[in-house]
């Protein structure tokens, strides 16, 4: 052996008998955990009083708490305790409710806290409550947040507007005190016994903390500081989102209450009951608003899970509701969900065309509205998944009933031109095209988004029209823009989807009650009858009376036809094989600390 080659030899040996005696090298930090997915459209902003679209709630949601929560697993719908210790202490009367918090339960970190640990407070909720009737916030939720009457609250929001004067936060009322540091009161004008749905809204009554409301302002709503299961990481307006574990979030773990017949519950409270929760590390949002790239991205093994699948591309994933083996032979898996939500269009009552209560507006609208084929939109552009809405209750909210027929639903385009006929909405210039009695123009605006999915329901808006001789407009803009300008009152028509937020019919009601018009009123009806059931069935319990109260507005609504119904979604989910843990929430909009991801699997795969 020569010198040189000898060497190297005996240092080549000298380093292996070193690395046989020293330490093994420290095991490689577990791979980050991370769920990515896609919205369909733009958040809007993360304060809870504020907020007025889905996106922001699920968002919300996971960052803030409720004193109660929804059994992820119970079907129907259970609430159990969150940040509270045990059920509220309710008066016979369901006037008063008092709840009593868990100690030791902490906000995240924030510049506002100065460096010391924020424990949360009855105060904090109370001071929460009260955001919702300040007019600085122009709260989208607060007509029927104020519909709840916690007593002596109106009367610190009028003193702010006849004064001109901030809200007073710092004056105690009757109807929200914290009653010691971990008590909360809420005393109400009359009895509200459905009061536990808001006390579980984490998207909405949620605790917020004061200091930092007043060191972030009006963009208090891009530093959202919540005391829930994640943080808001980072986040580019329309385009990302992405969220991380709370590392302070408090000890939780996984438990739930599946029905005894529910073999897809049990098989989950089996796999992972006890588990700390969250389970994964970091939520990744995208925007993507078009349907393809959305599904190309989650073929891709982009995203972990298709939510839900688009329309367009069902009956490739799903033919006849079952899996395409193209994606079961992936291990992929498919939830199908008949949703408690209803979409429609809503026509703007104060608009100069199609508002008004005189009966030639009302024929103007029933004619519109009988002119629009539902059944074709269920066929052709939703791929037939969805069934056809005669009102706005939802599947699985209080009343709804699958067999009631109100008229609501019926497509005549023959109906609708005599209707336009009868009542002076003929062609007067000879041009083909429908005018207005008084011979003006009669131009019909539909408001709309710049994504392909819109663009086949205005080519089905444009068919309708057509069908009984009315011009259509289409008034482009983003998601976000034509929401500001719908609570502004600037659209004409808008169609639109909304799911339910808790088992009760209420808040969906509340979606044409005078008093929350510019809210959530964006049709801005106004009906003195309606308001009046629609107080009266807050106070009902559930029963005949109420229900006979609801059928009553169903009927107000079908009358004047401020709004248009068009279907309940059925909603296809198909999940990745390393996304473990996942369904569908029937309410309250939370599931990412419920679910897990192997990540081992999900690097094999996207390599």
Known sequence: MKPLTRFFFAAALATCCLAATAAPPAASPPATKTLRYAFVAAETGFDPARISDLYSRYVAAHIFDAPYRYDYLARPARIVPNTAAAMPEVSADFRTWTIRLRPGIFFTDDPAFRGQARELT??????????????????????????????????????????????????????????????????????????????????????????????????????????????????????????????????????AEPAADDADGQALLARLKGRRLPMIDRVEINIIEESQPRWL????????????????????????????????????????????DHTLNYFNMTDATVGGYGPDKVALRRALALAIDVQREISVVRRGQAIPAQSIVAPGTWGYDPSLRIGTAEHSPARAQALLDVYGYVDRDGDGWRDMPDGSPLVIRFASSPDAASRQYEQLWHSSMNAIRVRLQIDSAQWPEQLKAARAGKLMIWELGSTASTPDVQPALTSLYGPAAGGENLARFASVRYDEVYQRMQALPDGPERLAALRELQKITAAYAPHKYHVHRVLNDISQPWLIGYRRPQFGNQWWQYVDIDSALAAERRK
């Open 122 to 255: 009855a105060a904090d909720y109370v001071y929460a409550y009260k955001r919702f009737y300040d007019p600085a916030n122009k709260s989208p939720a607060y007509t029927d947040t104020r519909e709840q009457g916690a007593l002596g609250l109106d009367a610190l929001r009028e003193a702010s507007l006849k004064n001109r004067t901030p809200f007073d936060y710092d004056t105690e009322v009757e109807g929200v005190r914290a009653l010691d540091r971990y008590t909360l009161q809420f005393r109400l004008a009359e009895p509200r016994p459905r009061f536990l749905y808001r006390l579980a809204d984490n998207g909405g009554f949620a605790a917020v903390a004061r200091e930092v409301v007043q060191a972030h302002g009006d963009a208090v709503g891009e530093h959202p500081v919540g005391t829930g299961p994640f943080r808001l990481a980072q986040w580019r307006r329309s385009s990302f989102i992405a969220l991380e574990r709370n590392p302070g979030f408090r000890e939780q773990f996984y438990d």
């Open 297 to 340: 991205a989650f073929l891709n093994d982009e995203l972990d899970l298709a939510f839900p699948v688009p329309p367009e591309f069902i009956t490739l994933a799903a033919p006849n509701g079952k899996l395409a083996p193209h994606l079961a032979r992936r291990g992929m898996v498919l939830a199908r969900v008949l949703n408690s």
